[in-house]
């Protein structure tokens, strides 16, 4: 069994930064890529940032030039470095694991705030 804890929330002035961290405890050998997701008020789980088994990123068009995800295996840990935050990326947070193209693993998500 898989799980995953988040870390690294809070509040920020806007240009703020901030760095969520991702433990991952247990393994699944199936487990293709680490995402984190955001879920606006009423709406889906949107895709921030992804990274894959392989190295390969992938960002939301909104984040692109500001969030940076990365990994470090030997900590099994997953980063998000936020930069230049703005208010509309205040959000709950979800660090979630794939297995093959679909997240199937989710943390309990970290509040980000964002005041002007």
């Known amino acids: 069994q898989v799980q995953l804890v988040e870390s690294g929330g809070g509040s920020v002035q806007a240009g703020g930064s901030l760095r969520l961290s991702c433990v991952v405890s247990?393994?699944?050998?199936?487990?293709?890529?680490m995402s984190w997701y955001r879920r606006p008020p009423g709406k889906q789980r949107d895709l921030v940032a992804s990274?894959?088994?392989?190295?390969?990123?992938n960002y939301a068009d909104s984040v692109k030039g500001r969030f940076t995800i990365s990994r470090d295996v030997a900590k099994n840990t997953v980063y998000l470095q936020m930069n230049s935050l703005k208010p509309e990326d205040t959000d709950v947070y979800y660090c979630?694991?794939?297995?093959?193209?679909?997240?199937?693993?989710w943390g309990q998500g970290t509040q980000v705030t964002v005041s002007i």
């Open positions: 990274i894959t088994n392989g190295g390969q990123l």
């Open positions: 979630a694991a794939w297995i093959l193209t679909w997240p199937y693993y």
């Open positions: 247990g393994s699944d050998e199936r487990i293709t890529a």
